[in-house]
C-alpha cells in the first residue's frame, strides 16, 4: 500500500521558537495533502487542504499566520507552528491522496511546548 | 453537509467474543465511508471502505461493515475479538462526488479486549 511519512515524530520546543513538520508520500504523487489536528482522546480535526502548488485552504477557526502550509512538490507538505505556545501542543497527522477515494495516513507527530 | 456519530467512546470485549462498533452518518450527497483503526502514537490505517459498489464491505484483520442507507448506519464488525484488535477506531465520511473529498470524523471508539 501507498506510503506516508511524517517527521519528525515527536519533538520539544520552547515557547516562540517556530516548528517545522514535514509529510511525505514515498510511493506515490500526492495530488492533495491534508493536515489534522487530534487532542488527546478525541477525533481529528482537520485543518487545511493542500494542493501542489496552490495555497492552503485552511478551515474555519483555524489561524493562516500561524499554522504555515507548503506543498511546494508532490511528494512533499510541511506545516510549520510558528511562535509557538503551550496551547499549541498536540498530536498533529497528515495525509495524502493520490487522486482516488482514500486518504494515506502519516504516523503523526506530537508536539510539546514548554 | 456530513457528520458522524459513533456510539460508545469506549467498548469492551472479551477476547473471542463478537465485535460490534457502531457509525451514523449524515449526509446530504450520497457518501463515501471508512473506518480507520489508529493505535497509540501512530497515524490511522485504513480498515475498510464503501464507496457505492457491494453495500457489506470487507476489510483487512477479519473486519466487516454494512451500510444501511435506511439506518443511515456503517456499523463495523468482527466475529472474533483479537487481543491485537485492542485500538481507537474511527468512522468516517465523505461526500463520494466532487469536492476535496475532505474526510470528517466520528468521535472515536476505544476498542479493549479483555482476555
Known amino acids: 500500500g501507498a506510503v506516508v511519512s511524517q517527521h519528525p515524530s515527536r519533538v520539544i520546543c520552547k515557547s516562540g521558537t517556530s516548528v517545522k513538520i514535514e509529510c511525505r508520500s514515498l510511493?506515490?504523487?500526492?495530488?492533495?495533502m491534508f493536515w489534522y489536528r487530534q487532542f488527546p482522546k478525541k477525533s481529528l480535526m482537520l485543518m487545511a487542504t493542500s494542493n501542489e502548488g496552490s495555497k492552503a485552504t485552511y478551515e474555519q477557526g483555524v489561524e493562516k499566520d500561524k499554522f504555515l502550509i507548503n506543498h511546494a512538490s508532490l511528494t512533499l507538505s510541511t506545516l510549520t507552528v510558528t511562535s509557538a505556545h503551550p496551547e499549541d501542543s498536540s498530536f498533529y497527522i497528515c495525509s495524502a491522496r493520490a487522486g482516488g477515494d482514500i486518504q494515506y495516513f502519516g504516523a503523526g507527530t506530537r508536539l510539546s511546548v514548554l | 453537509a456530513q457528520s458522524v456519530t459513533q456510539l460508545g467512546s469506549h467498548v469492551s470485549v472479551s477476547e473471542g467474543a463478537l465485535v460490534l462498533l457502531r457509525c451514523n452518518y449524515s449526509s446530504s450527497v450520497p457518501p463515501y465511508l471508512f473506518w480507520y483503526v489508529q493505535y497509540p502514537n501512530q497515524g490511522l490505517q485504513l480498515l475498510l471502505k464503501?464507496?457505492?459498489?457491494?453495500?457489506l464491505v470487507k476489510g483487512i484483520n477479519g473486519f466487516e461493515a454494512e451500510f444501511k442507507k435506511s439506518e443511515t448506519s456503517f456499523h463495523l464488525t468482527k466475529p472474533s475479538a483479537h487481543m491485537s484488535d485492542a485500538a481507537e477506531y474511527f468512522c468516517a465520511v465523505s461526500p463520494l462526488r466532487g469536492g476535496a473529498q475532505k474526510l470528517v470524523f466520528g468521535q472515536g471508539t476505544r476498542l479493549t479486549i479483555n482476555p
Open positions: 464503501y464507496t457505492s459498489a457491494a453495500t
Open positions: 510511493d506515490f504523487q500526492a495530488t492533495t
